[in-house]
């Protein structure tokens, strides 16, 4: 008989859906058939189940041992099928372990691992621990993780990307999950394999303010950049996302990290095709704000060139108060993004960086 042609009898389902232990047992050792039909999936409505994902849904674990131990085959076990999980969601490609895992039903879990033989990594995209990081379903992880049934450090996306389980906390904001993984000794610096993000990076992406300060107050690094290049200040710079801007300013402050920051914004502004926009200026002036408030407060203050007359002899902002009274004349606003595009190029000695800085230099003496 060919696998597709395998069927659940009535009986059987019935035995099971009753949670019937001893009569089942008989069932299966009286019945020549009914052992093949563990190996079936039917059709129930909208789901497509095995005997076993049924025993797996409900946690009937007697059920189950006695399922297992009539098994014709290890492929009775990893049958997919499709099933509603615990939040009404039609999911496919689904397992008995997965069944057993969404329902919170760990003792039949157990057994489906530990005398079934279960594969943790056999999820309906991604191995369980990953599917259950996405989900945000810390009980599913701690199980799998306190009993040893996978390591969060190998356990990654099936993709090309390889993305780790405490990535997908940090992304999705998920707290008590990302500071589980942590402690039980995630890899800060595990980066994706094709965007080159770590949980830092990801968080920054996502603007997920909790989950940077975390992962920072661990150890995790905050200079680290992705495909792009771009540290986590630069990510949630990008985002507006001020508060976190904020914080890295505090948790890294060196000097770096505010030249960092202050090229960003002005390079944001004078590299706009808007000068007049109002969005460009606000954020500049936010970002620099912010700049000078925590250079002041950390004691960093900036060293700024001497005025020349390129500049109509104005000098680089040393303070808010400064800023503030520029905040709202454009033309000045883009002779500050200029001076510290200079200030921060002729430090780095790198001729390169100075094109696109004589091409805005040149463009503004030509349009006054």
């Not at 902002?317 to 190029?345: G, K, M, P, T, W």
Request: charged fraction near 20%; charge should be negative.
């Amino acid at each position: 008989m060919e696998e597709d042609e395998f069927f659940i009898p009535n009986e059987l389902y019935k035995l099971v859906l009753r949670n019937k232990a001893n009569e089942l047992d008989a069932y299966l050792q009286q019945t020549s058939y009914a052992k093949m039909a563990l190996l079936a999936v039917d059709q129930y409505k909208e789901e497509q189940v095995s005997i076993m994902m049924i025993a797996a849904r409900h946690g009937f674990d007697e059920v189950m041992r006695i399922l297992l131990a009539h098994r014709p085959t290890q492929q009775s076990v990893e049958l997919e099928g499709t099933m509603y999980n615990v939040t009404g969601e039609l999911v496919s490609e689904v397992t008995a372990l997965w069944c057993a895992l969404d329902r919170g039903h760990f003792t039949v879990a157990r057994i489906l691992i530990d005398v079934g033989g279960a594969d943790v990594n056999h999820g309906p995209i991604h191995p369980l621990l990953i599917h259950a990081a996405i989900m945000g379903r810390f009980d599913v992880i701690r199980f799998l993780v306190d009993n040893r049934y996978t390591d969060v450090n190998e356990t990654v996306t099936n993709d090309e990307n390889e993305c780790s389980s405490l990535i997908f906390a940090a992304s999705i904001g998920h707290q008590p999950i990302l500071a589980y993984l942590i402690e039980r000794g995630a890899n800060l610096e595990y980066r994706t394999k094709v965007n080159r993000n770590t949980a830092l990076t990801a968080a920054a992406m996502n603007a997920r303010l909790e989950s940077i300060q975390l992962l920072c107050y661990a150890g995790a690094s905050a200079n680290v950049k992705n495909r792009n290049a771009k540290t986590p200040l630069i990510l949630v710079a990008e985002n507006n996302n001020f508060d976190a801007v904020a914080f890295l300013l505090e948790h890294n402050h060196d000097e770096v990290t505010f030249n960092e920051l202050e090229l960003f914004a002005a390079n944001s502004y004078a590299m706009s095709n808007n000068h007049n926009g109002a969005q460009e200026s606000e954020r500049m002036v936010h970002l620099l704000r912010l700049a000078l408030d925590k250079r002041a407060l950390l004691n960093i203050p900036k060293i700024v060139s001497e005025p020349i007359i390129a500049y109509n002899f104005q000098l680089e902002c040393q303070s808010v108060d400064e800023l503030e009274q520029i905040q709202h004349d454009n033309d000045r606003l883009y002779i500050e993004a200029l001076l510290i595009h200079e200030r921060i190029f002729l430090a780095t000695m790198n001729e390169k960086l100075f094109d696109p800085l004589f091409e805005r230099l040149s463009e503004y003496f030509n349009s006054n």
